[in-house]
């Protein structure tokens, strides 16, 4: 069963442009670590407002892993730990260094009016603003999260991977649940067939 109007999952090419709107924005760090913790970590618009810096660090610097717990997890259900990209790391450790706020419980993704942390709603509405300005239309505040199951389910078997492996990183509890985020590619299709 295929979710309805599910978000649209985004090329490289319009991620770069993404990352590069972000770098003209007032907030240009924080506004790319919040994309990449969608794109790169596949974060839930509620993981990313309710990160904080203990999720993120490791020994007094930026932890190899996000360790998401379950108590900002989808449900109290999807805890997990999910490896940082190294451009995630980069932008978080460039985020920590301009943050004012760097004590354990201290959130990562703050405003000038919410210090003490954003809602989901704000992470919603912000990415629904930028794809509008961007003209990307049928995207939302889930495109990331899509586009990087989707991207991880496509290069699993690569790396000796499974879909359990991108079920686990995605905080699913059933397999069908992450099967409803991929995109199928015809191309792919023909070309496993040709291979059997």
């Given at each position: 069963?295929?979710?309805?109007?599910?978000?649209k999952?985004l090329?490289?090419r319009?991620?770069?442009t993404?990352?590069?709107?972000?770098?003209?924005?007032?907030?240009?760090?924080?506004?790319?670590?919040v994309?990449?913790?969608?794109?790169?970590?596949?974060?839930?618009?509620?993981e990313?407002?309710?990160?904080?810096w203990?999720?993120?660090l490791?020994?007094?610097?930026?932890?190899e892993?996000?360790?998401?717990?379950?108590?900002?997890?989808k449900?109290?259900s999807?805890?997990?730990?999910v490896?940082?990209h190294?451009?995630?790391?980069?932008?978080?450790?460039?985020?920590?260094?301009?943050?004012?706020q760097?004590?354990w419980?201290?959130?990562?993704?703050?405003t000038?009016?919410?210090?003490?942390?954003?809602?989901?709603?704000?992470?919603?509405?912000w990415?629904h603003?930028?794809?509008?300005?961007l003209?990307f239309?049928?995207?939302?505040s889930?495109?990331g999260?899509?586009?990087?199951?989707?991207?991880a389910?496509?290069s699993?078997?690569l790396?000796?991977?499974?879909?359990?492996?991108?079920?686990e990183?995605?905080?699913?509890s059933d397999?069908?649940?992450?099967a409803?985020y991929i995109?199928a590619c015809?191309?792919?299709?023909?070309?496993l067939?040709?291979r059997?």
């Amino acid at each position: 069963m295929a979710l309805a109007k599910q978000a649209k999952v985004l090329t490289d090419r319009q991620l770069k442009t993404l990352l590069t709107y972000c770098q003209t924005t007032r907030h240009p760090v924080r506004n790319t670590v919040v994309v990449l913790l969608s794109f790169k970590a596949g974060l839930r618009a509620g993981e990313i407002a309710n990160l904080r810096w203990k999720h993120c660090l490791e020994g007094g610097g930026i932890a190899e892993s996000l360790t998401i717990t379950n108590d900002i997890a989808k449900g109290n259900s999807g805890g997990r730990c999910v490896p940082m990209h190294i451009d995630l790391r980069i932008a978080l450790a460039d985020l920590f260094m301009l943050s004012e706020q760097r004590g354990w419980l201290d959130p990562v993704i703050t405003t000038e009016r919410c210090r003490k942390g954003v809602g989901a709603q704000t992470i919603t509405n912000w990415f629904h603003a930028t794809y509008k300005t961007l003209g990307f239309s049928g995207c939302s505040s889930h495109s990331g999260r899509r586009t990087f199951i989707t991207k991880a389910a496509k290069s699993c078997s690569l790396v000796g991977g499974s879909l359990k492996d991108v079920q686990e990183l995605a905080g699913h509890s059933d397999l069908k649940t992450t099967a409803r985020y991929i995109n199928a590619c015809e191309n792919a299709q023909k070309e496993l067939i040709r291979r059997l």
